[in-house]
């Protein structure tokens, strides 16, 4: 099970976008570049990744909670698209 999205993002929206994924419960481990996203919710435990390749970034869910359906993580992924960067 692997979650993503790709869409247009530039250097100055990253930040915002991980600090975004930090006020969700997520800790992000990595730089402006690449990295890890972990953390635990009432719900359970998930784990992510993201990719900045200086045009777009790449948003991963590798592990999610039982209890959330993918519909719903893929529906905040695509959200995260549209506020920060465009359609998904």
Do not use: W
């Amino acid at each position: 099970m692997a979650l993503s999205t790709t869409f247009p993002c530039d250097a100055a929206s990253v930040g915002k976008i991980l600090s975004e994924l930090k006020s969700l419960g997520a800790e992000v481990q990595g730089d402006d570049r690449s990295g890890k996203l972990v953390g635990n919710t009432m719900m359970g435990h998930f784990e992510g990744t993201y990719e900045h390749d200086g045009t777009s970034l790449t948003l991963s869910i590798t592990q999610k909670p039982a209890l959330i359906p993918e519909s719903f993580l893929q529906g905040r992924l695509d959200e995260l698209a549209r506020k920060f960067g465009g359609e998904a």
